[in-house]
């Protein structure tokens, strides 16, 4: 990954901190106006995303992680199965939370997307010769974090594949949805 802006600069920082979860920390958030609420633990780490319309998976990525890694498959397949956001954390705190519209909208501007058919993008058709067309740079490996809704543990992943990657205690991790 080269230069990419980093999710610091797109995450936002108008978030309430909760004190409570379940449905007092619900009320909790409906009554800031907030869009995302965070619980935290004693420690201070994050152990839950709350939306307006309820809890959301616990997402977490490093706030130094570029921008390029949140286009991913596996962040990008987390946002269309229903991820609102992901929580930004530095030193194991919550720092900011980034919506899946920022990811979209980095997606958007930053990538090349064409909708010609294959051969047709050097304009010339089949008659031209291929392209290389791989993706520069080094592969991502700045990891996400990720909580087993299974057994509650905390997992560090390079890459999330849904029913294939194992939780640190051996079954499948299972992102939780509500």
């Not at 995302?36 to 004693?42: E, S, W």
């Not at 962040?75 to 269309?80: A, D």
């Not at 929580?87 to 705190?93: E, F, I, K, L, P």
Request: proline share 6%.
């Amino acid at each position: 990954m080269t230069d990419s802006p980093l999710v610091t600069d797109y995450a936002m920082t108008d978030y309430l901190q909760l004190t409570a979860e379940g449905a007092a920390g619900a009320a909790e958030l409906e009554r800031s106006g907030m869009a995302f609420g965070v619980l935290a633990d004693d420690t201070g780490r994050p152990v839950q995303l709350l939306t307006g319309a309820g809890p959301a998976p616990l997402i977490q990525v490093e706030a130094t992680t570029p921008m390029e890694r949140m286009v991913l498959d596996d962040v990008t397949g987390l946002i269309n199965r229903g991820a609102p956001a992901m929580v930004v954390v530095h030193n194991d705190r919550c720092v900011g939370i980034l919506t899946a519209e920022a990811v979209s909208g980095y997606a958007m501007e930053h990538l090349d997307v064409t909708t010609e058919a294959m051969g047709d993008a050097a304009g010339g058709g089949w008659a031209e010769a291929p392209q290389d067309i791989d993706l520069p740079g080094q592969p991502a490996t700045t990891p996400l974090t990720l909580t087993c809704a299974t057994c509650g543990a905390e997992n560090h992943v390079s890459y999330f594949v849904a029913g294939q990657t194992l939780c640190v205690n051996g079954h499948p991790l299972e992102v939780a949805w509500d």
